[in-house]
Each structure stands twice: as C-alpha cells, then as structure tokens.
T-cell receptor, first 111, second 117 residues
Framework: GNSVTQMEGPVTLSEEAFLTINCTYT??????LFWYVQYPGEGLQLLLK?????DKGSNKGFEATYRKETTSFHLEKGSVQVSDSAVYFC??????????FGKGTRLSVIA | EAEVAQSPRYKITEKSQAVAFWCDPI?????LYWYRQILGQGPELLVQ????????DSQLPKDRFSAERLKGVDSTLKIQPAELGDSAMYLC???????????????FGQGTRLTVV
C-alpha cells in the first residue's frame, strides 16, 4: 500500500540555519505529494504541494522537489525563524484515496 | 477565507460516556474526512464521505464509533462508550471532489482535542 517515511525528530536549529527534513514515499502510479505544518494545538495547514515528477512546490521560503527516481520529497528552507517551530508532515494522495501521512517531524528553532 | 469548522475545540469526558464531534466543511466540498491523531503521530483516516455516502470506513472501530453526514454537508462523529485509548485529536478535513484528476489537497479544521479520564 501507499506509505510515507520521514525523518524522526525532534530537529533543533538556531535561527537562520538551513533546514532539511527528509521524506520518502512508497506508492503505485503517480501520487501527489504534500507538506503540511501543524502549530501547537492547531489543525494542519497545507504548506506546499507538487503534483508530478520534477515539480517544485514552494511557499513562505520552504521548498520541496518531487523526485520520482529517488521517491523523495525533502523539505528545505534556507534560513529558519523562531516562528517556523512546528510539526511538519509529509503526505501523499494517489487518485481518489485519502491523504496518507508520515509520522511528523518536530522542528524547534531557537533564537 | 473559507474554513473547515469543528466543535468543540476541547472535550473532556469520562470513560464509558458518549461523546460527539461536529464538522462543517468548506462550502461546495463534496468529500469529507475524519482523521484521528494520537499525540506524537501523524493523522490516520477513520472515515471518508463522498456527499452523504461513506466511501471508506475500513479503519473505523465500528463497535464504538459512528459517523454520519445526513445531508451531504456537515458531519458528526460519535464515540460510545469512550475508552481511555480514545484520547486524541480528531481532525476533520474536506476537499473539492472525489473523482478528481488533479489530486486536490484537503483542508483541515482546527480539530477537537478529546481527553478521556
């Protein structure tokens, strides 16, 4: 079945550091890939998405590229801020199926 | 901006009691999902509706959980009786279409945090 594996956290970075959160997936066909962010006590917000191979999703300084050859969708940001502290979820959706999520990676950014 | 509305935000209930959660999806969204998120884990699907019909409830513990979307708009998720292990965040999400070739994303509500004591 479809599944998502993302790096375990927590990840602790200093402000302005470079961020990478790894995500790989297993799926049949050509899924769409997503990154969602969850702030404390809140629901999930879509951060970015990519719907086909080699697409790059970007938003708020975050980027991720859909790599079919490595079945990956790693999240990156060049300079993190304290306000980026949250839990990040990688997810996929294949056709009509519901979103399948990874376990989440907690990011803490310290000033 | 349109949002998915959920209530209540927080609920504390004693085990063996009944509890219900409500969700109002974004207007025009035919597909509605209920997810459960245990602390420290990713959301897991409980049930998916297309309009008023259930299309996937394979992970719903049907001995105690029930879900309905009678008019194909808002939805209610019920647990009876609640158990200690049901403590979690219950998230509702909606998306535009079921049979979409665009793999459209789901929009989430703020969730209901359930604590069973």
């Amino acid at each position: 079945g479809n599944s998502v594996t993302q790096m375990e956290g927590p990840v602790t970075l200093s402000e302005e550091a470079f961020l990478t959160i790894n995500c790989t997936y297993t799926a049949t066909g050509y899924p769409s890939l997503f990154w969602y962010v969850q702030y404390p006590g809140e629901g999930l917000q879509l951060l970015l998405k990519a719907t086909k191979a080699d697409d790059k999703g970007s938003n708020k300084g975050f980027e991720a590229t859909y790599r079919k050859e490595t079945t990956s969708f790693h999240l990156e940001k060049g300079s993190v801020q304290v306000s980026d502290s949250a839990v990040y979820f990688c997810a996929l959706r294949r056709g009509n199926t519901p979103l399948v999520f990874g376990k989440g990676t907690r990011l803490s950014v310290i000033a | 901006e349109a949002e998915v509305a959920q209530s209540p935000r927080y609920k504390i209930t004693e085990k063996s009691q009944a509890v219900a959660f409500w969700c109002d999806p974004i207007s025009g969204h035919a597909t509605l999902y209920w997810y459960r998120q245990i602390l420290g884990q990713g959301p897991e699907l409980l049930v998916q509706f297309q309009d008023e019909s259930v299309v996937d409830d394979s992970q719903l513990p049907k001995d105690r959980f029930s879900a309905e979307r009678l008019k194909g708009v808002d939805s209610t998720l019920k647990i009876q009786p609640a158990e200690l292990g049901d403590s979690a965040m219950y998230l509702c999400a909606s998306s535009l279409a079921y049979r979409s070739t665009k793999n459209t994303e789901a929009f989430f509500g703020q969730g209901t945090r359930l604590t069973v004591v």
